[in-house]
């Protein structure tokens, strides 16, 4: 298990996409064959829809929606669920 | 170019601030006032501002009348004339500048916004609640400004609280490419008022023709930023080229509905406006209607995938929140 948290990398609003797709390409993308990833969004009041886009869309776009059965989204407050639902609704709809 | 500061220019009436604009002789730009009165919405001061350093950078040279208006304080606590390197001979104590505002900010990358967002904006408000759709808007905007203007002087930002209406007006301002040639790298536009439409519409980005967007762009971020305009019934201006697309509020006891289609909101627009070299955009965030950020994504969700929902909705997955 892969365990990431966001907090310490963007403070308490996740708002730098730049950092968001670090974290994907380097720390997410390269084990997803193998390991189950955890994003913990412990202390984050908000982000942006860019921020989650940049974070997890690829993802989705490159494996396929089954990638979301690896990946768990912890400690989210109901905004950051919110945009999450959204990226993860208009990639599917893509995908389709 | 020339550009007049009135007694009044929010976004409401914003219209004949931008058409008294004359955007020729690029070389040379004069700033004058109202004599009696000058109460302007941020956005009007970033657009001076951004005039200022465009005509600086490029060699030229700025004539600003001397202020008499009581505002005059005004102008100098928002730093106009501090951004412009202009002597206003006024002296303003220190501590007036820890007020409900930001300052004209001159912002050219992540860090200096992770900072502006982090340091400037909670001085607006004491409410979190209230500050969580100011730093949504703020970051948006200015990676806007980062990611499509090609802009070589970055992002022109000012906020303002009002007090007496209770609404938090925001500037974002770029003397970039403009939404038309941004938007043309991908989609084929008929003008700049059709550029705006398609900017504002969820899914289209000047990044890539594909609907949805790139690894990093998903087009979505002026939609979301005119949808929480939209549901707290305020104003929101986007400005460039010819073209100027205003929101306009939703009337109150009006239902509240998110359009794909920028035209179908309630709104002005034109194409005949003086030429803006890059893009304009102001806000206002009204805190007495201020609806909670997890109602407009609600909202959001309902508009963007009403379709889906109905078609495919058994066929999707769910993130799992632990």
Redesign the interface.
Known sequence: MIYIKLFERV???A????I??AIRTEEILPYLEEKQV?LDFENI??A???FI??LI??LI?KKG??V??K????N?N??V??????????????E? | MEIHLPNSAFLGNIDPFIRSYRPNNKKELKISFNDAWVSVHPVVLCMVASLGLYVSNGGGEIFCQKPTATSKHYLERMGLFQILELDSEIKIKSHESAGRFIPLTQIFNSQELYKFITEMIPLLHSEPSHVEPIKYVISELVRNVFEHSESEMGAIVCAQYHKKNNVIRIGVVDSGIGIRKSISYSYETEDDLHALQLALTPGITGKTRNIGGTETNAGAGLFFIKSIAKVNRDFFVIYSGNALYKLLKTLPGSPIKLNMNPFEDRSSRSNNFPYWQGTVVGIDISLNRHQTFDKLLELIRETYFKDIKERKKERFKKPKFI
Do not use: N, P, W
């Open positions: 403070g308490s609003f708002e730098d996409k730049d968001a797709r955890t009041e908000g942006t829809q860019s886009h940049a869309s690829d776009r929606i089954e979301l059965d990946i768990f989204f912890k989210c109901e905004t669920k919110g945009i999450i639902g959204i990226v993860v609704e208009y990639m599917q709809d893509k389709e």
